[in-house]
């Protein structure tokens, strides 16, 4: 048990949907964090949050939103995705920020049709 | 449960000099090991990755790996250190649990290498 949780695992949507990406740390972290990992391509950093503010967003589109209402909850939402955006989104938390990156959650698969 | 000891928080080094940055792991399962660097203000960028074939990986600038199971080390090295190479290194585990085929990663701690000139 990791204590990130995120949902849905899958998702399939077209380019004129709007959805949201949902996580959920229970460990009592101050820091969550969204990634993106591409095929071929490294684990990028996409949003970084400390205390429920955003204290960074690495040049994202702006049809990535993030959200964090507190500090256990993290949400993306997502809208006019191109198929390029076709990715495993990942979520993580650590105790602070800056810090280790200690915990990721398993991902959610999204697939942009 | 799986998790990462990155031995050491810092390590010095002069340029042209040899590089070892040492990982060790536990894991229930047969697991991915990955090492990553972090240059400052920028993103994570894989360096390397063992997935059960070869045990010595080798990976980008001149960096290469040797998965040891008996000592469950995962260490980092290079021949010749570049100034360039100056960066946080982190040492990631990834594992499918067999039960659910839940995959987690967990980070190390990091490693800040400084090269000297």
């Known amino acids: 048990e990791t204590g990130v949780t995120q949902t849905p695992r899958h998702l399939v949507m077209g380019m004129t949907n709007k959805k949201s990406l949902k996580c959920e740390q229970h460990?009592?972290?101050?820091?969550m964090y969204w990634y993106k990992q591409s095929a071929k391509k490294p684990l990028e950093l996409m949003f970084v949050y400390s205390l429920e503010e955003r204290v960074e967003n690495n040049s994202v589109p702006s049809r990535f939103s993030p959200e964090c209402p507190n500090s256990s909850h993290l949400f993306l939402h997502l809208h006019t995705l191109q198929p390029e955006d076709s990715a495993l989104y990942l979520c993580?938390?650590?105790?602070?920020?800056?810090?280790?990156?200690?915990?990721f959650g398993p991902g959610t698969r999204l697939t942009v049709l | 449960a799986q998790s990462v000891t990155q031995l050491d928080s810092h390590v010095s080094v002069s340029e042209g000099t040899p590089v070892l940055l040492r990982c060790n792991y536990s894991s229930s399962y047969s697991p991915s090991l990955f090492w990553y660097v972090q240059h400052p203000n920028k993103g994570l960028q894989l360096l390397l990755k063992?997935?059960?074939?070869?045990?010595l990986v080798k990976g980008i600038n001149g960096f290469e790996a040797e998965f040891k199971k008996s000592e469950t080390s995962f260490h980092l090295t290079k021949p010749s250190a570049h100034m360039s190479d100056a960066a946080e290194y982190f040492c990631v585990v990834s594992e499918a649990f067999r039960d659910t085929g839940r995959r987690a990663l967990t980070f190390g701690s990091g490693t800040r290498l400084q090269v000297q000139p």
């Open positions: 993580a938390s650590s105790p602070s920020f800056p810090g280790r990156v200690a915990d």
């Open positions: 063992y997935t059960s074939a070869a045990t």
């Open positions: 460990l009592g972290h101050n820091a």
